[in-house]
């Protein structure tokens, strides 16, 4: 088995740290929002670089959290601009239907502010899952068309071309069907399921 490939029973491992930690992330969300939020199980996948925006549509808002501490990976919140203003509206308090005009400031800012919230509750359970102080970065928003792969690249400053890629479908109450993604390097996620095998 080269470095690059994982076992199954690795990506199962994957899939329930990221079901959990997740699904603490989707309750913090949810009292954000006043509103339901299900994710579904996720699809745990080695994947090239390259094929990382595979599922996407053209204009996305983008919000990224890097781990700084404990974990190498990155966590992507994907949101078409409808759902930002819906989550927006959502969280100043409104039922989620006041959708009126662009996607401003205060609508990036409130959603880096959910990633915020959802991603500290993540590496906290994630950090007593593995047993290691977890740390995330400050959220970075980007609007991006999605053919500018090249930007995509740049997040990655890394040699490594395998990466793993968790996705989840993500709904709130019946208003937004978004995506979240995970990605780490697969030379990452095989210390990350041991780390969580001797945990248990």
Do not use: W
Not at 34 to 59: A, F, G, H, M
Not at 104 to 131: I, V, W
Request: hydrophobic fraction near 40%; proline fraction near 3%.
């Amino acid at each position: 088995m080269g470095e690059q490939e994982l076992t199954q029973e690795q990506k199962d491992v994957l899939g329930e740290i990221a079901n959990i930690s997740m699904g603490n992330a989707a309750t913090t969300l949810s009292m954000m929002v006043n509103q339901r939020v299900d994710i579904t199980t996720p699809r745990v996948e080695v994947i090239n670089r390259s094929e990382s925006l595979d599922d996407y549509e053209k204009t996305c808002v983008f919000v990224q959290i890097h781990y700084i501490k404990g974990l190498t990976g990155n966590n992507v919140f994907i949101l078409k601009e409808p759902d930002v203003l819906c989550m927006t509206d959502l969280m100043m308090g409104g039922d989620g239907t006041n959708m009126q005009g662009e996607v401003t400031d205060l609508h990036l800012s409130a959603a880096s502010e959910a990633m915020n919230q959802m991603m500290g509750t993540s590496a906290t359970s994630m950090a007593s899952m593995l047993g290691i102080p977890v740390d995330i970065s400050t959220p970075e928003i980007n609007r991006i068309d999605v053919e500018s792969v090249k930007m995509f690249e740049k997040m990655f400053e890394s040699e490594q071309e395998k990466f793993v890629k968790i996705a989840f479908r993500m709904e709130i109450g019946d208003l937004i069907d978004s995506t979240m993604v995970q990605l780490y390097p697969v030379r990452f996620a095989v210390p990350m399921c041991e780390k969580f095998q001797g945990n248990q």
